[in-house]
DNA sequence: ACAAGTATGTTGTAATTACAACAAAAGGAG
DNA sequence: CTCCTTTTGTTGTAATTACAACATACTTGT
């Protein structure tokens, strides 16, 4: 349990901030078996859980018996954060146990028990909670700004002009391979590749593997 | 500037409190002319903006020249409040003047400053971006699951799964027209409408106006 | 250098979608 | 009720994409 005092919930924290923290929040562990739920869609939950070990995956599991595995979490990782901050918000996947695990809950009840505490330990808490969320943030309304167009010329467009923005120069590296670029804008790979050729050829873009210039005159 | 006391980044926090926010977080009101530049992509920021009087549009320009336009934001909504969290990270949009308009601007300086400070008003105030954080958060997770297939059928039983597990019933009322419904998911309203036919036909569902109805059987 | 494996590019076809144009239905105002 | 407007459903066509199968290039290990 002492392993998870470098998660980065408890960034810049000092051991008894720490276990300050685990005790307010009433971190308890628990142990559940491959296959096993560990949180349900449907459902609300003031727990948030830190995966200790083994891992787990999150799910969506609709009446008509379609079932899409949104995302592994692994060692030190969490899930079901947002939710545990947002009472009454039903959780809309599930959770489940993707091997034999150990999973540390915490309790954050509702946040208006901890506005009126002013102690530092739940200061730096929250802040790392808001820092988290406002990562978490970034990097969905990215995404989700990406495969908003219909089109893959406009969706490879549309993150190719972000990397740039970013990397402040229109020739970089981007961090995926073609495989992992395509399901990154959710497009098939070998037309993927194919509208690539034809940005190149039609002198909008140049690329070499994962190197890319922005041509735009 | 008074009436930016009801915004719900004050939520529940005493007149005196907010005045102290306000000074601590050194806000400036500023006017902007139609058309004028706010924020620009590319940079970084350190304050966000209310909107005290006008609207602004959030816009994407990339360097082909294509410009669009994803959202506007009115009086007492705010933007850019997630890029002032989070120092470094760079903009990807543009703000810009829809008409005449007055903003009131925060500076939120790095999180770390805050981290020190245990007064109340501070944890309140953070405690509010972190509610409107993690809301911002489960609209846009929601919106990137559910425009992540790619068929129209599968788009839209992912949707009315969700709502389905929201309302715990599987009888409901969307808030929103076909037109809406069809911007939503990303897809074209009339092929949306002959999608909903056919869904009704094979009997997966019913649905009349906003009400929808799944048969699982 | 070679072989095996992986990543990427190319092409043709079937399936899906966007788009446009129109028909039908539902509201709303007078 | 009637006219007008808005919303929703239907259909055909052109465009785009996914998919599969294959070719080429690039890696890696031996």
Redesign the pocket.
């Known amino acids: 349990m002492k392993n998870c005092y470098h998660s980065v919930i408890f960034k810049d924290m000092t051991e008894k901030e720490i276990e300050t923290c685990l005790t307010e929040l009433r971190a308890t562990e628990k142990t559940y078996k491959k296959d096993e739920m560990i949180l349900m869609a449907g459902d609300t939950t003031e727990r948030f859980g830190l995966v200790l070990e083994g891992s787990v995956t999150i799910e969506s599991n609709d009446i008509w018996g379609n079932r899409t595995i949104l995302s592994h979490v692994g060692i030190m990782q969490f899930f079901a954060e947002t939710y545990a901050l947002l009472e009454d918000e039903t959780l809309l996947v599930d959770v489940r146990a993707n091997e034999n695990c150990r999973i540390l809950f915490f309790r954050i009840g509702s946040l208006k028990r901890l506005r009126s505490s002013n102690e530092l330990w739940a200061m730096k808490f929250i802040c790392n909670m808001l820092e988290i969320s406002a990562h978490k943030n970034v990097v969905l309304s990215g995404r989700s700004f990406h495969i908003s167009p219909?089109?893959?010329?406009e969706r490879i467009l549309s993150y190719l002009n972000t990397v740039s923005l970013q990397k402040h120069s229109t020739e970089f590296d981007i961090p995926f391979?073609?495989?992992q670029l395509a399901d990154y804008l959710?497009?098939?790979?070998?037309?993927?590749?194919?509208?690539?050729?034809k940005l190149q050829r039609e002198g909008v873009i140049s690329?070499r593997?994962?190197h890319f210039e922005l041509l735009s005159h």
Request: proline content about 0%.
């Open positions: 219909r089109t893959i010329r391979d073609r495989q959710n497009v098939d790979r070998s037309a993927l590749s194919n509208e690539l050729s690329c593997k994962n």
